[in-house]
């Protein structure tokens, strides 16, 4: 029969674990408005940058002679170097988060190794570089700290690099993954070809806006615009994936409470059962005690 004290030594430990992960969720969950809030007003200035260069991208195609020459809209269908950049937490306790990042950017992996393209990983999050140190694979760039705190700066930092290796012919294309945050209860895996970017060849893939742009126009307009668009790209991507790891940490941390409280709900009932067993024990052996003195 097993002891009562080992049982209520048990039922006292589920709770303050009880304790702890409620206390986690709760800090997730005013952590995630904040984030939630930031990602939905980053969303509408990404949505309306993704239109403007849409938009002038097709113009320029469209009625300057030669189309757009810019590295940027260099497409290569058989690329040689492969950026993948992909973003994990700095932290665990959120589920299966990180490693639906991990996989995909493990098919991906592979799918260029098959190709024999070369991959440059580019890791943001200790989650992620652990994982693939852990299996000895070679990651490109490193860095920490971002994942959980992310600034514009700190975001163009990252993929400024990508980009003058791209302009300078090192790679041939750049691939960003991440778990974007889809509402209070799921993620969604994002997978952008960051660059080179596919022109609107039809007019309905654009907006209907103001916007004139003359056939001489330099090209060094578009370029920057394409900067600004694949910075702001990242930065999103970064808090995005921020609001969608505080999502799945308060879901992990509400589903770790209420797996506590039937587990105390289990440990209670043995508990009781062991104490009648015990004193049904004891009451036979003195209803024994009294016959035998008869």
């Known amino acids: ?3 009562l004290k080992d049982i209520k030594r048990k039922i006292g430990s589920v709770k303050n674990t009880q304790k702890t992960t ?6 997730s969950t005013a952590k995630l408005m904040r984030a939630k809030q930031a990602a939905e007003q980053s969303k509408a200035y990404d949505i309306k940058i993704n239109e403007v260069l849409s938009e002038i991208s097709y113009k320029i195609n469209q009625y300057r002679v030669g189309g757009i020459k810019s590295r940027f809209f260099d497409i290569n269908d ?7 950049i992909f973003i994990t937490a700095d932290k665990g306790l959120c589920g299966g988060f990180n490693m639906q990042t991990i996989k995909v950017v493990s ?4 799918e260029y ?5 070369k991959v440059r990983l580019i890791a943001v999050g200790k989650k992620g570089i652990s994982y693939f140190n852990f299996l000895k694979i070679d990651i490109f760039a490193k860095y920490v700290g971002v994942s959980s705190a992310p600034t514009f700066n700190k975001a163009a930092s990252i993929i400024n690099n990508s980009i003058d290796d791209f302009l300078d012919k090192k790679t041939d294309r750049i691939i960003l993954v991440h778990n974007g945050y889809r509402n209070m209860i799921s993620q969604e895996l994002k997978t952008l070809n960051l660059i080179p970017i596919k022109t609107f060849e039809e007019p309905n893939a ?21 900067k600004k668009y694949i910075e702001y790209n990242m930065y999103y991507s970064l808090i995005d994936s921020l609001a969608a790891e505080h999502s799945a940490r308060m879901q992990a941390m509400e589903n770790a409470t209420n797996n506590a409280s039937e587990r105390v709900q289990e440990l209670t009932l043995e508990y009781n059962k062991a104490r009648q067993g015990s004193i049904t024990t004891e009451l036979i052996e003195i209803i024994s005690g009294v016959e035998a003195q008869k």
């Open 107 to 110: 098919k991906l992996l592979k």
């Open 206 to 226: 654009v907006s209907t806006s103001m916007i004139e742009v003359e056939p001489e126009d330099n090209m060094k307009l578009l370029d920057e615009l394409v």
């Open 78 to 84: 058989n690329p040689k170097v492969v950026d993948i």
């Open 1 to 3: 029969m097993a002891n």
């Open 113 to 117: 190794n098959d190709k024999k393209a």
């Open 22 to 27: 409620r206390a986690m969720k709760l800090v």
